[in-house]
């Protein structure tokens, strides 16, 4: 069993700031792939940022350099991971899911977000948060 539990998000000015936490513990895996995903209201939930166990992380084009994803690893079965978004822009409106799974290996890049694949369905995630909501607005 994989337990995630969201915390953060809420209602922000464009360009404003937000931070995401996730708590993410294990009764049995380690190693998984971390990350954070978006469903805007009529489309489909895709890839915000991933981080693999040695912390090291990617993120969709449309967020990079405004969104920042980090890890702690209290021990092998319990992260926390946090996503820093500074600069919203309305279009990051959405529910932001944290998810952990076993991941995808993309041609020799495991747990990396690929460009022009942006769809949650093709990255592996086998656990799923409950979704918190971030709305940008003036």
């Known amino acids: 069993q994989v337990h995630l539990v969201e915390s953060g998000g809420g209602s922000v000015q464009p360009g404003g700031s937000l931070n995401l936490s996730c708590t993410i513990s294990?009764?049995?895996?380690?190693?998984?792939?971390m990350g954070w995903f978006r469903q805007a209201p009529g489309k489909e939930r895709e890839g915000v940022a991933l981080i693999d166990p040695n912390g090291f992380a990617t993120y969709a084009d449309s967020v990079k350099d405004r969104f920042t994803l980090s890890k702690v690893n209290a021990k092998s079965t319990l992260s926390h991971i946090t996503l820093e978004m500074n600069g919203l822009k309305d279009e990051d409106t959405a529910d932001y899911y944290c998810?952990?799974?076993?991941?995808?290996?993309?041609?020799?890049?495991?747990?990396?977000?690929?460009?022009?694949?942006?769809?949650?369905?093709?990255?592996?995630?086998?656990?799923w948060g409950k979704g918190t909501p971030v709305t940008i607005s003036s």
């Open positions: 998810a952990a799974g076993m991941g995808v290996n993309f041609g020799g890049r495991w747990c990396e977000l690929i460009a022009g694949i942006s769809s949650a369905t093709e990255y592996g995630m086998d656990y």
């Open positions: 294990s009764d049995m895996y380690s190693g998984l792939c």
